[in-house]
T-cell receptor
Framework: GNSVTQMEGPVTLSEEAFLTINCTYT??????LFWYVQYPGEGLQLLLK?????DKGSNKGFEATYRKETTSFHLEKGSVQVSDSAVYFC??????????FGAGTRLAVHP | NAGVTQTPKFQVLKTGQSMTLQCAQD?????MSWYRQDPGMGLRLIHY???????DQGEVPNGYNVSRSTTEDFPLRLLSAAPSQTSVYFC???????????????FGQGTRLTVV
C-alpha cells in the first residue's frame, strides 16, 4: 500500500542554517505530494505541493522537488529563521484527496 | 471566510461515554475527512466523505461513526469512548480537483480529546 517515510526529529538548527528534511514515499500510480506545517497549538497548513514528476513546489523560501526515480520529496530551505520552528509533515494524496502522512519532523531553530 | 471550524477545542470524557465532534466548512468543498494525530505516527485517516450522503472508512475507523447530511457539516461520533481514543482530532476539507490534480486539504484547529 501507499506509505510515507520521513526523517525522525527533532532537528535543531541555528538561525540562518541550511535545512533538509528527507521524505520518501511508496505509491501506486502518480500521487500528488505535499508538505504541511503545524505551528504550536494550530492545525496543519499547506506549505507547498507538487503534482507530477520533476515539479518543484516552493513557498516562503522552502522548496521540494518531486523525484519519481528516487521516490523522494525532500524539503529544503537555505536559511532558516526562528519563526520556522514547527512540525513538518510530508504527505501524499491517495485518491479522493485522502492524505497519507509521514510521522512528522519537529524543527527547532535557535537564535 | 471561516474555513474549517471544529468544536470543541478540548474535551475530557470518561470511559464508555459518547460524544460528537463537530466540523463545519464554508468553502463548498465536496470532500471532507477526519484524522487523528498521535505522537510519532503522523495523522491517520478515520473516515472520509466525497459528498453529502456518501461516507467511507479510512485507516482507523473502529469506534467512530460519521454521517454527512449536508455539504457543510461532517460530525464524528465516538460511540463508547476508550482511553485508546485519547488523541488530537483534525477535520479537513478539499475540493475534488481536476483529472490527476489532487487539491490541497484545509484543516481545522483540532480537538484535543482525553479519555480517562
Amino acid at each position: 500500500g501507499n506509505s510515507v517515510t520521513q526523517m525522525e526529529g527533532p532537528v535543531t538548527l541555528s538561525e540562518e542554517a541550511f535545512l533538509t528534511i528527507n521524505c520518501t514515499y511508496t505509491a501506486t500510480g502518480y500521487p500528488s505530494l505535499f508538505w504541511y506545517v503545524q505551528y504550536p497549538g494550530e492545525g496543519l497548513q499547506l506549505l507547498l505541493k507538487a503534482t507530477k514528476a520533476d515539479d518543484k513546489g516552493s513557498n516562503k523560501g522552502f522548496e521540494a522537488t518531486y523525484r519519481k526515480e528516487t521516490t523522494s520529496f525532500h524539503l529544503e530551505k537555505g536559511s532558516v529563521q526562528v519563526s520556522d520552528s514547527a512540525v513538518y509533515f510530508c504527505a501524499l494524496s491517495g485518491g479522493y484527496n485522502k492524505l497519507i502522512f509521514g510521522a512528522g519532523t519537529r524543527l527547532a531553530v535557535h537564535p | 471566510n471561516a474555513g474549517v471550524t471544529q468544536t470543541p477545542k478540548f474535551q475530557v470524557l470518561k470511559t464508555g461515554q459518547s460524544m460528537t465532534l463537530q466540523c463545519a466548512q464554508d468553502m463548498n468543498h465536496e470532500y471532507m475527512s477526519w484524522y487523528r494525530q498521535d505522537p510519532g505516527m503522523g495523522l491517520r485517516l478515520i473516515h472520509y466523505s466525497v459528498g453529502a450522503g456518501i461516507t467511507d472508512q479510512g485507516e482507523v475507523p473502529n469506534g467512530y461513526n460519521v454521517s454527512r447530511s449536508t455539504t457543510e457539516d461532517f460530525p464524528l461520533r465516538l460511540l463508547s469512548a476508550a482511553p485508546s481514543q485519547t488523541s488530537v482530532y483534525f477535520c479537513a476539507s478539499s475540493y475534488s480537483g481536476t483529472g490527476e490534480y489532487q487539491a490541497e486539504a484545509f484543516f481545522g484547529q483540532g480537538t484535543r480529546l482525553t479519555v480517562v
